[in-house]
């Protein structure tokens, strides 16, 4: 058996849902299940929550019991963490460890690949669980992803605009990158950027989306393009600006696996799409369009 962890916001999900969607389509002679305890048992809930279903209609139906994610090798979540609980913990991670055999192996993605090579001829006698660690895009399962939830209201509106100009997106991502070792895009990268895509384009609009709109509103005030700011969609609702992204013509992404399927779901088959060369080669799709910049914003490598 095969458990792939789902774990962190809805981007990172879809990574997590492309892995365990090839290992399905690869491994036919293997059981692939997912784990879902941390959102069944609500421990630590990241972000606005599991979104796959929400979002995009995704029904997993092979969800790993817990006894199965610790005999695989996973962990034990549960919501409380009292004295109690704690005990209750230490017994089931024992638990976990008694049930392991030799062929139970704890994994990061980044280490399937060399992992599964070694092992391909007799891969379906391993119990592993595997931890998200988002290394890749698995291009087959792109097509899951269909946006189910109707937009309304201001979201309809910015659609008819955006879907009316030579629109371009721009994510920011602050929030939690801030001060962090994710930190790393500045103005400099996006004015850049912004200013060589806008001598590709005859009349873009840019349409700023970020965690931080109050940032932007102060910090991209004076570029001298007709722009707007998307502030409206927080919490729960942050997924339509993944949607209205998508709808634009052209993407200006950064270092963020939201920002990433943004582009990535763009169905504009003359769409440009600058990223930031920190952001993994892997991740990217063998999609046209896709150009990339270094951290001064200047355009380094293009198809």
């Keep these: 058996m095969i458990i792939v962890k789902i774990d962190a916001g809805l981007g990172n999900q879809m990574l997590e849902y492309c892995f365990m969607k090839q290992l399905t389509d690869e491994l036919p002679e293997c059981v692939i299940k997912t784990d879902m305890d941390r959102w069944i048992y609500k421990k630590y809930v990241p972000h606005n929550g599991y979104e796959l279903k929400k979002v995009f209609g995704i029904e997993l139906d092979n969800i790993a019991t817990t006894k199965e994610i610790l005999s ?15 005990i209750k913990k230490k017994y089931h991670n024992y638990l976990g460890y008694r049930l392991r055999g030799s062929r139970t192996v704890r994994l990061h993605q980044s280490q399937w690949p060399e992992f599964y090579d070694e092992r391909r001829e007799d891969i379906h006698k391993y119990n592993c669980w595997i931890d998200n660690s988002w290394n890749w895009i698995y291009e087959p399962a792109i ?21 009316g100009s030579q629109s371009v997106s ?26 060589y895509i806008s001598r590709q384009l005859e009349d873009p609009v840019f349409y700023f989306f970020s965690d931080d709109p109050s940032y932007v509103r102060e910090e991209y005030k004076d570029i001298p393009y007709r722009y707007k ?30 920002s990433l399927w943004g582009a990535v779901l763009n169905k504009n088959p003359e769409k440009t799409v600058i990223r930031p060369v920190v952001l993994s ?16 914003g200047e355009i380094v490598a293009q198809p």
């Design 72 to 86: 695989c090798g996973g962990e034990y979540q549960r919501k409380n963490s009292g004295p109690a609980d704690v």
């Design 143 to 163: 097509r899951d992803f269909e946006y189910v939830m109707p937009l309304k209201d201001q979201n309809l509106e910015i659609y008819d605009d955006i879907a």
């Design 170 to 195: 721009v994510h920011i991502r602050r929030g939690d990158y801030v001060g962090g070792a994710l930190d790393i895009l500045t103005k400099e990268y996006y004015l850049k950027v912004i200013e």
């Design 229 to 258: 700011i998307i502030d409206w969609n927080k919490g729960e609702d942050s997924h339509f600006d993944m949607q209205l992204m998508s709808a634009c013509k052209h993407n200006i992404i950064c270092n963020s696996s939201f």
């Design 281 to 296: 080669e892997a991740l990217i799709p063998k999609q046209k369009g896709w150009k990339t910049a270094d951290l001064k």
